[in-house]
């Protein structure tokens, strides 16, 4: 009985103190002195039902919380009891689940205010290195003359190549075919030269720069580029809202990246070719230089064969002239063969496949719309069960 009494005293202590209830209102409701309403507290003195009853009556609500007092806890000494858990889950169960269907069915009707996106892939594949014997060559003969030439087989990172300026400048303004026939550009496609709804200025325009860099960031955005470390495969894949424009920006830039790289590397060896043709011209004069003073030496000394001393200054003049005359054979021919690089115009880039306008769009995923809203409601029902409980 006094294990009773004390278990009482403690739940109206704790209902005073939860319900900021002063003691002096509370013993006056209950018709006891202060100090009497101190002893039921502390559990000094039982109560009586009349004082029980009149606890009842002013405070309704005491009843039920001494009532969620005696529920099972769901952690007991920082320990989950799932039984408990799984309980207060099971008879909630119908909840749960009306909750959860709700916001699977509002997540995926969501899914349908979407734009629709399709995405386009092309395949690219590098061409094999396949640089000449010559060319090695003139690389080793320039190095001996203190000139730092490159090589011109240059390695790009396509990834830096693709979402350049220059081939964006170039998506952005072109206009293409929708897969309705509707030629239209990209900043128009996007509605990015519209006026925003929270613009309240009817006469401020926006900036035609402002218009063109925000289309610039967002087609980096719709643009992805993979490579292949081992393989060198290169995937350049585009996500925009008409199938057809997705393929042909795709096939495009797998168009503009091949011409740049080839452009670049004709660049180079334009700029090899004029290198040799100085150089040829330089040492062309300089063996003519040699020749004529071997031959004034000759016609000078006509029995230098005879003389030691002689013999040896026609050694050394005629070594000069040979050796010139080598470099200047090489020369030409390292010239010859860098007019063949500057026009052969060799892929650098091969498309394996190209981009096709895709059937099934890549975007939304509404199956996936589906799972995430469906686990987001279980989730949230759940722990609006338990917290309720």
Not at 72 to 91: A, Q
Not at 376 to 386: C, K, W
Request: net charge positive; no cysteine.
């Amino acid at each position: 009985m006094q294990t009773k009494s004390v278990s009482l005293s403690q739940k109206i202590k704790r209902y005073r103190l939860v319900n900021d209830i002063r003691q002096e209102d509370m013993a006056e409701k209950l018709d006891v002195s202060r100090a009497t309403l101190i002893n039921y507290e502390k559990g000094h003195t039982s109560i009586n039902l009349d004082v029980l009853n009149r606890l009842r009556e002013h405070y309704p609500d005491f009843e039920k919380e001494s009532n969620e007092t005696n529920k099972p806890k769901i952690i007991i000494d920082n320990t989950i009891d799932f039984k408990v858990l799984f309980n207060i889950l099971s008879n909630k169960k119908k909840y749960i689940l009306f909750i959860t269907i709700i916001f699977a069915v509002t997540g995926t009707g969501l899914s349908f205010l979407l734009k629709k996106q399709y995405s386009a892939e092309i395949t690219l594949y590098p061409a094999k290195k396949d640089i000449s014997q010559g060319l090695s060559q003139f690389q080793s003969f320039a190095a001996n003359f203190g000139m730092n030439t490159q090589n011109n087989d240059q390695n790009f990172n396509i990834s830096d190549v693709v979402k350049s300026r220059l081939i964006a400048n170039k998506m952005v303004s072109y206009e293409w075919k929708t897969i309705s026939g509707q030629s239209i550009d990209l900043i128009t496609l996007w509605e990015l030269n519209k006026t925003p709804w929270y613009n309240f200025k009817s006469n401020n325009k926006t900036n035609p720069l402002i218009i063109i860099e925000k289309a610039i960031k967002k087609f980096n955005n719709h643009v992805q580029v993979s490579e292949d470390r081992i393989s060198g495969l290169i995937k350049i894949t585009t996500t925009l809202q008409d199938p057809v424009i997705a393929a042909n920006v795709a096939n495009f830039i797998g168009n503009e990246v091949e011409l740049y790289i080839q452009k670049e590397n004709s660049a180079q060896s334009t700029k090899e070719k004029l290198f040799i043709s100085e150089r040829l011209s330089i040492v062309k004069k300089e063996l003519e230089a040699s020749e004529l003073e071997l031959k004034e030496f000759k016609e000078r000394n006509r029995g230098f064969e005879e003389s030691p001393e002689l013999f040896m200054t026609y050694s050394q003049l005629f070594r000069e002239v040979e050796g010139k005359k080598e470099v200047y054979l090489t020369l030409q021919q390292q010239l010859e063969l860098a007019r063949i690089e500057e026009v052969k115009q060799s892929p650098i880039l091969h498309i394996l496949d190209n981009a096709v306008p895709p059937i099934k769009k890549s975007y939304p995923n509404r199956g996936i719309f589906l799972i995430i809203s469906f686990l987001i409601g279980l989730i949230y029902s759940s722990l609006a069960t338990i917290f309720r409980y």
